[in-house]
């Protein structure tokens, strides 16, 4: 078995040591079935969040292959992310018929609201901003995705609404329950 989660968990906090086993576990899964990289760091990515370099190296070395190979993956393949991400990413469609029908006017908003430029994770870590060429919903223009959720004639208006269903409630976050 793979003896990088030791390795790595020195210096990372105790904490990553059960991610680390995890992902160990998925390797051991995959190691010998050939092809199997990009659902080993859909995994890892799964249980990390995202795919750090040490991430990376603790599946190159797991899967015994070189450095390069990993991380040519993950930058290849655009779902992957080297970077912390959001509990819910936001997808804002900049194709020609969002972007005509008021798609920029959409993207100020949602950068304004949260504070966040595009392709940044908002403070807080509730949301990821990204911008897309197309999500395939023309028809629905402008369009905006929240997860998986794709919401149809998106204007500055109607985005707090919309972001408000992915809001923690205020009293869900304040210590024992308590409303405000």
């Known amino acids: 078995m793979n003896e990088r989660p030791g390795i790595v968990c020195r210096t990372c906090g105790a904490e990553e040591r059960p991610l680390y086993e995890a992902v160990a576990r998925v390797i051991e899964d995959y190691r010998d079935k050939e092809g199997s990289l990009i659902m080993v760091l859909h995994a890892a990515q799964e249980i990390f969040g995202y795919l750090p370099r040490e991430v990376q190296e603790f599946v190159a070395d797991g899967m015994d292959l070189p450095i390069s190979e990993v991380s040519g993956v993950v930058s290849f393949y655009s779902f992957f992310s080297t970077e912390k991400r959001g509990k819910h990413t936001i997808r804002m469609c900049q194709g020609t018929a969002c972007y005509v029908r008021g798609g920029k006017?959409?993207?100020?908003?949602?950068?304004?609201?949260?504070?966040?430029?595009?392709?940044?994770?908002?403070?807080?870590?509730?949301?990821?901003?990204?911008?897309?060429?197309?999500?395939?919903?023309?028809?629905?223009?402008?369009?905006?995705?929240?997860?998986?959720?794709?919401?149809?004639?998106?204007?500055?208006?109607?985005?707090?609404?919309?972001?408000?269903?992915?809001?923690?409630?205020?009293?869900?976050?304040?210590?024992g329950g308590a409303g405000v």
């Open 105 to 175: 006017k959409v993207v100020d908003a949602i950068k304004r609201e949260l504070n966040v430029d595009i392709g940044g994770t908002t403070e807080d870590g509730e949301f990821t901003f990204e911008i897309a060429r197309c999500i395939g919903a023309c028809g629905l223009a402008p369009a905006m995705m929240v997860d998986d959720d794709v919401y149809k004639q998106v204007t500055p208006a109607k985005l707090r609404g919309i972001l408000s269903l992915y809001r923690e409630p205020e009293e869900e976050m304040l210590e």
